[in-house]
Structure formats: C-alpha cells, structure tokens
C-alpha cells in the first residue's frame, strides 16, 4: 500500500489525483502532518510526501530503523515539478516509485541512487536475495575497480560493466579471468559484424562437494559470488542467491511446523546449501492443505508447488516406500516431488526423516537443483521513433546481457544498453541465424533481447525464434507499434474496421499462396495493408495485387503510401486504386488501400467503423 500524505491545497489536489489514478494501492491519511507520517511509515510499503524535502527528512529521521524493512519515500514539491526518491530507492522501491509519481503528475523523477544514476545495476534490484558486504562491493563496481564474478554456472544475470570478469567456478581451479558475459576470447561489450555465431561462454559444472566452499579470495579483491552452497565470505564479498533448489516434503496427517521446518533447514545445512535458494515446496496434491507444509513454506516465504499421486508413481526415485503407497498412492513423495518440480535437476539430498526425539518420524524430504533457465525476450522496437517505443522494451533492452539484432536496428537503440552488454549483430538476409543465435544464447544461461522492428511478432524475429525454442528456456514477448498502426495514424483512421496485413514478398511464401489472400482479402471487402511491397528485384507483385483488388472496388478507392512511418525523414500520401504509382513504393513503404467504404475526409483517410451511428447512443 502506498500512503499519501500532504500538508497544502497544492499537495492535497496532487495527492487526490494519484489516488485516482491508483485506485486500490493508495491510502490518503488526514490530519496533523507529523501524526500522519508516523501512522503512514507504520502501516505502508510507501509513502508520497507532498512536502519540502527539509520538512520530510526531519519527520522521518526518529522513524528510521533499517533500509531492509523502512518504506520507500518519495517527496513532490508544492509545483509538481519534481518526484524526488527520498529514502529506499532500491529496498523500497522508491526509485521506481518516483517514475511512476511524474509518470501521473508531469514532474521530473529526482534519483540520486549511484547504480541508477551510472546505468550500472544495483546488485539489490536483480530480484535475488542477497548477503555480505553489498555496499562495498557496489562501490568497487562502480569506481571502476576490478570485481571478480565466479559462480556455479552460468545464469541470466543483466549486464554488468566491464570492470566485473569472471573468476573461476567456486570450488574449482583457478581459471583466468575473462569478461563478464564475454565469449572465450574477450569480446564482450563489443560488437560482432557479419553472420552472427552462437557463442559459446564460459560455463562450469557445479562442484558436488557437500558442506561450506571455500572461497576465500586469492588477492584480497572485491567479488560477487552467484551460488546457492554456504561459503566463506571475505570482507569485500557479496553472494547472489539464485532460485536453484526445490525441497521435495512429505508428511503423515498432522504434522507439526517445527518438525518439517526444522527438518527442511537440518537437510540443506547438512548438504551445505542456503534456504535463500529454496524455490518452492513440492509435494502430493493430497498434502496441498497439511498445515505443517504450508506453515514451512510461509518461514521460508516459498510457495507450495502439488502434484497428482498418480504423475509422482511415474517417476523413478533411488528410495520408494510402501507407507506413502498405501497412505496416498505414489511410493514416493519427497524425492519424486523435489524431482517433479526440479525439471530434471540432480538430486542432491536424498529421503531423509524427521528426528523428532520419543515418536516416529512424521516428515520427509528431499532436495533438488535446478539447472538455470536461460530467458529471451523478443522485443518490438516500434517503426522507429523514439517515443513510441514502449517503457517495457527499453526495459527489456536494459535487462539484457546479450542482444541480438539486424545492425541498423541495433544502431536505433544502442544508447540504451547497459554498459557491458554483448552485441550480436548482423546485415540484411540472416534472420534464421538470429533467431538461432539468440535462441542458443538463451540456452547457454543468458539473458537475451532479440529485436525487431515493429512489433517482433508481426513479419519479423519472434516467429522464427519461437520456431527454434524449446520449453527448456523463458521466453517473453514484448509487443511493439507496427509499420501499419504507425501508418495509419498518420494516414487518419484507415483502418476503422475490419482489416489484414500481407507482406508482398515472395521469398519465403509462394506468390500463389500470396495472390490468393489478395483475392480473398477482395472479395471480403477487407481493409488491406502491404508490407514488403516493392523492392528493386521484385517490382511486379505490388501491380498485380492492386490490380486483384481492382476487380472488386472502385478506381476512386483510396489508397495511403507511408514511407518511414513516424521517422525524421517520413513522408505520406493520399492517392486512389486507380492513380497510385508503383514506382514511389519501396521497402520502406506500407501501402493501405481501402474498402468499398472508405473516403477520404479533410485530407485524411477514413473508414467507417460500420455502426449505425445515429442510434449508437440507444445501445
């Protein structure tokens, strides 16, 4: 819950307009302002203060305890000219907050936060829980000290600067160091020209040894650890805790908390492995509601993850049982559960029982880890113009280690690449090899962006990529505004009613397949968009569609030609079927040629939306 709190009429209208634009997540709090503060940082997540900074440090200060549970803060002037991130930037989400804040009220977001003011990313904001020196080790990263990364295997972590090399695996030999990210021969942050090559990064096999790892540091240097083993920390370590292990439980009717709490941590410290790695509880759906398991996943703040009795027999476990047989219908709950839910993952804890002194054991587990899931986006970067592409693609662009991209798109947005990150990219006429590139980044444990103009799923990368993934990786589409939504607003409202994009070009798809969606989208009376719709080897395919379209509507039907929709250097104009020159189209051109009703109205092209307008207001 976000608290809002003001002290003038100013910030009281400011206020009441976040609440109305947040309905749901906010509180406004009445009242005496230093009774309401206190009230508010006692009973929210986070606070807007429409109050002077000076004002609000001062009321704030005797509440303080700890950056881990204090709400996040952000104070708006009395203007509404500023949303400055107060206090919890990064642990109370006040920096995120501040966007959103001038996101409402058109005021400027003030952050003063190192990492997101340098674009490095704070190592508290990736989502992983985290332990030891995190300020020291922030710092080093950003004073451009050296900072070496080893972990157990490769995960898909944002780019880090080029100051952080990876180490050798924890637990292993003394491997040299070698950029974050960076292929075997140091190219990470840079770009790769010509037919992009999968390549293939350092990885390591995580070392089995049971029990806390040494890590202790060969120079004394200031190191980020990602591994879910208990290890020695030096002074300037800080360890990420990947969500690796998935705790498999079963347990008679009425077993206590204590007993599958105390049994779960007894089992990861044996095996020397952290709780902040533990994922979820896996079990049987006849145990989905055994309070003792629901009250263990609430300690270690995981969900509990069932599974039907009958898909737990099918899987082949080193220690079945005739008790759970008989008591639920599966030999096997723990270990089949934690495998169930470990997606293939080695069994690292086999059975074990309960302990509890002067009764029989009630509780079983066993332990799981998942191999990482490399994660691809598939970004649309919209036709071009800056300010239409979305909020969540340049946050995908941000996120990702490793891009992949047709060169002259990677030119579009190269300035909104972390430092650090490593660029795969490629002229015209390798899409396939993209799409396998990114796919086999994305499987090496990487975290990937493959961009495409437009919306990526429209004529551009996700198809082919998603031709190429398996369910062994994440995957996120990230939509984007087409050439054709950016074409015809510029052109008015052609598209007003029903309509269909088809692409021209004929190589991939047969032009007889493509002359048959031509005449169907004709005898339809169907609004129609060409992408691809002329090229200087294929200059025929534009006029002989026109001309199917011709036999089912008028030569005055109106027809929009946009080049570079939404760009500097973009022109459009109206035409008809019958004096449209195929000599001013070109690659860059999306057609649009209207329907049977479609006119052209002050300048611009309209289709109507095919209501009775007059009677809409009786609906």
């Not at 609000?56 to 204090?70: C, E, N, Q």
């Not at 972590?157 to 292929?183: F, K, S």
């Not at 309509?499 to 021209?504: D, K, Y």
């Amino acid at each position: 819950m976000i608290g809002l709190i003001s002290a003038t009429a100013a910030g009281t209208a400011a206020r009441d307009r976040l609440a109305t634009a947040w309905p749901g997540r906010t509180r406004v709090y009445d009242g005496p302002v230093r009774e309401t503060v206190q009230r508010a940082f006692a009973e929210c997540e986070q606070l807007v203060c429409f109050l002077a900074t000076g004002a609000a440090v001062r009321l704030l200060a005797p509440l303080l305890a700890d950056k881990a549970t204090d709400p996040g803060v952000v104070c708006v002037d009395e203007a509404g000219r500023y949303a400055v991130s107060l206090l919890g930037g990064h642990g109370g989400g006040a920096n995120s907050l501040a966007a959103e804040v001038g996101s409402v009220l058109a005021a400027t977001p003030v952050i003063t936060t190192a990492t997101d003011a340098t674009g490095v990313p704070g190592l508290d904001t990736l989502g992983l829980p985290t332990e030891g020196a995190l300020a020291a080790v922030t710092r080093a990263m950003l004073d451009g000290a050296p900072v070496t990364l080893r972990a157990d295997t490769v995960w898909p972590l944002p780019p880090l600067p080029p100051n952080v090399r990876r180490g050798g695996p924890l637990g292993g030999g003394g491997v040299a160091a070698a950029p974050l990210g960076g292929d075997e021969g140091g190219a990470a942050g840079h770009a790769i020209s010509g037919t992009p090559k999968a390549v293939a990064p350092h990885t390591a096999s995580p070392d089995r040894t049971r029990g806390p790892v040494s890590a202790a540091p060969g120079n004394g240097g200031p190191r980020v650890l990602v591994t879910d083993r208990v290890v020695d920390l030096g002074p300037v370590d800080v360890v990420l805790r990947p969500p690796s292990l998935v705790v498999g439980v079963g347990a008679s009717r009425g077993v206590g908390v204590d007993e599958v709490y105390g049994l779960v941590l007894d089992a990861l410290g044996d095996a020397g492995l952290s709780p902040l790695s533990v994922v979820e509880l896996a079990t049987v759906d006849a145990k989905a509601d055994e309070p003792g398991i629901v009250g263990a996943a609430d300690r270690l703040g995981v969900a509990v993850r069932t599974y039907p009795a009958d898909a737990l027999a099918a899987i082949d476990v080193p220690n079945p049982s005739g008790a759970p047989l008989a008591a639920v219908g599966t030999p096997s709950v723990a270990e089949a559960a934690a495998l169930a839910a470990g997606r293939g993952g080695e069994l690292l804890v086999p059975k074990r029982k309960s302990s509890p002194e002067g009764r029989p054991a009630m509780a079983t587990c066993a332990v799981v880890r998942r191999a990482p899931r490399g994660r691809l986006a598939v970004v649309g970067l919209g036709p071009g113009a800056r300010d239409l592409l979305t909020p969540r693609a340049a946050a995908e662009l941000r996120r990702a280690s490793v891009l992949v991209g047709l060169d002259q798109y990677v030119d579009q947005i190269r300035d909104l690449l972390r430092p650090g990150t490593r660029v795969i990219e490629s002229g015209l006429g390798h899409e396939e090899e993209r799409a396998r590139t990114a796919v086999a980044e994305a499987r090496a444990g990487h975290a990937v962006a493959l961009i495409g103009s437009g919306d990526a799923g429209v004529y551009a990368m996700a198809s082919p990529a998603l031709a190429e993934a398996a369910d062994d990786i994440d995957v996120v589409g990230v939509p984007g505004v087409t050439a054709a939504l950016a074409a015809a607003a510029i052109l008015g409202a052609p598209l007003g009613h029903d309509h269909v994009s088809i692409s021209l070009s004929d190589l991939h798809t047969p032009w007889e397949v493509i002359e048959r969606r031509v005449r169907a989208a004709a005898e339809a009376d169907i609004v129609v968009t060409f992408y691809n719709p002329r090229s200087r080897g294929r200059d025929w395919q534009l006029p002989k569609a026109l001309a199917l379209l011709a036999e089912h509507r008028t030569a005055k039907t109106p027809v929009g030609v946009v080049r570079n929709a939404s760009r500097p250097d973009g022109t459009s104009h109206l035409t008809t079927l019958a004096r449209l020159d195929p000599a001013t189209v070109d690659m860059m051109t999306v057609v649009t040629v209207g329907n049977t009703a479609t006119r052209e109205i002050a300048g611009r092209m309209v289709t109507p939306r095919g209501y009775r307008w007059q009677s809409e207001g009786t609906r």
